[in-house]
């Protein structure tokens, strides 16, 4: 598809995800300007640097149990289906996974699990545990990407922008 501008922005995700191998990046504004389409002309242009691309839109809430199950079967060839119960012991098999592969995780429309019109950053009910696959992704030791294309900022990419973990917030303006 044709790409036109943004090309600030692309150097900005460049710089961050292949460059200094940022573990999570949130691409914020608001709808239509534009999110998504940087998420994948990155995605198309450093696709030699991943051994996986996974872009999942989150447009239908999905539970993040679904998410983890679907990740971890894609990133073990069909091998772990039987997953443990535990949301943690699932975190902790994914990133088994990402630290043996370089992947690039997309996603898409993160903001459709927050809670519209309360505290900024906040989860619907049954979704916290969002918050911790990212608050884990973003403080273990891997050699992968989450990249979030989101209208709210979650509190925990708030939170790990000030620690000394690889973690960067691009603000899209129109």
Known sequence: SIFVGRTEELVQLEQWIALEKCRIVAILG?????????????????????????????RNAPPVQEILADLIEF?????????????????????????????LLLLDDFETILRSGELAGQYREDYQAYGQLIKRLGEERHQSCLVLTTREKPIEVSALAGATVGTATYAMRK
């Not at 534009?34 to 989150?58: C, M, N, P």
């Not at 990133?75 to 992947?103: F, M, T, V, W």
Request: hydrophobic share 40%.
């Open 30 to 58: 608001m709808g239509g300007i534009g999110k998504t389409a940087l998420a994948v002309r990155f995605a198309e242009k450093s696709q030699d640097q991943f051994e996986y691309l996974i872009w999942r839109s989150l």
């Open 75 to 103: 990133l073990s060839d069909g091998r772990e289906i039987d997953l443990p119960e535990k949301i943690d012991a699932q975190i902790s098999l994914l990133i088994e996974h990402l630290r043996e592969n370089r992947c």
